[in-house]
């Protein structure tokens, strides 16, 4: 089964918040941390663009599994950029944590991620950006054509 993480993965939020991608997942905007930013203006979760990567999932699957660490205030806005982006069926788990998110993989899931901070990349196809770009890992998305692959190599019925 594959699975998806929004932030940087289907929906760009923290490089749109700061306004360019950062070399460091913790960078800032004025002092504030993006979390920060977010909190006092959760309306950027229904405002923020599509990623690259959207097009797509839309062109090569049926339906998605999104697994993605949402904060409460945040979720009325993210609920309103997935009815406006996701235009196949979708099924949203709002997860707390890293750890809570990697506890629904099973053996042979894939999780497309870009979280930079996981104990261990195992289930994890990670959509290369620059905030990641130092890690070792099994697996990376890197372009459309890397996506296309590891769809096409996790087709379900
Ligand atoms: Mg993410």
């Keep these: 089964m594959l699975y998806w993480d929004l932030d940087g993965v289907l929906r760009i939020l923290g490089s749109y918040v700061l306004g360019y991608e950062p070399e460091n997942w913790h960078d800032t905007y004025n002092g504030?941390?993006?979390?920060?930013?977010?909190?006092?203006h959760p309306e950027l979760c229904a405002t923020c663009p599509e990623s690259e990567y959207l097009p797509i999932i839309h062109e090569k699957l049926n339906d998605i599994i999104i697994l993605t660490n949402q904060l409460d205030d945040w979720i009325p806005f993210t609920e309103i950029w997935l009815r406006r982006h996701v235009k196949i069926p979708y099924d949203v788990v709002y997860t707390k944590s890293s750890k809570h998110k990697l506890g629904f993989?099973?053996?042979?899931?894939i999780l497309v991620e870009d979280f930079?901070?996981?104990q261990?990349?195992?289930?994890?196809?990670?959509?290369?950006?620059?905030?990641?770009?130092?890690?070792?890992?099994?697996?990376?998305?890197?372009?459309?054509?890397?996506?296309?692959?590891?769809i096409d190599s996790h087709e379900t019925t």
């Design 120 to 150: 261990n990349y195992n289930n994890i196809a990670l959509i290369t950006r620059r905030y990641n770009e130092h890690l070792n890992v099994p697996c990376r998305i890197s372009s459309l054509i890397d996506l296309r692959r590891l």
């Design 116 to 118: 930079p901070g996981f």
């Design 32 to 40: 504030k941390t993006i979390i920060e930013i977010v909190n006092e």
């Design 105 to 109: 993989l099973k053996n042979g899931d």
